[in-house]
């Protein structure tokens, strides 16, 4: 397991950008496949992106695709989230996951796929 940090959430009106980041240690980042989940008050953890550890390949849950964008530098450990076109039903916490491993490209849309979770943070979409 890696530690990881989430940063950029907040409070936001519907319609505007925001980035989150989340950052993991230097000697494991080019080494991790990455996630991105969500989860609002009494709701299951919901999967929002995911991409591999050479940045080629990713994937998206269906209620963000087109509007949020996953991103990640190796050279700054940190890990992209982009959200366009905010909606008020994208409030939730928004938590990093990661995961050691050996392929440059695969990835994973499940919880039970990643075994490093950040503490969350919350972006709050007002109408």
């Known amino acids: 397991q890696v530690q990881l940090v989430e940063s950029g959430g907040g409070l936001v009106q519907a319609g505007v950008s925001r980035r989150l980041s989340c950052e993991a240690p230097?000697?494991?980042?080019?080494?991790?496949?990455m996630g991105w989940f969500r989860q609002a008050p009494g709701k299951e953890r919901e999967f929002v992106g995911a991409i591999s550890r050479n940045g080629e390949v990713s994937d998206y849950g269906a209620s963000v695709k087109g509007r949020f964008t996953i991103s990640r530098e190796n050279a700054e450990n940190t890990m992209y989230l982009q959200m366009n076109s905010l909606k008020p039903e994208d409030t939730a916490t928004y938590y990093c996951a990661a995961q050691l491993t050996a392929s440059d490209i695969d990835i994973r849309t499940d919880v039970d796929g990643y075994d490093s979770w950040g503490q969350g943070t919350q972006v709050t979409v007002s109408s």
């Open positions: 230097e000697r494991a980042f080019r080494l991790l496949r």
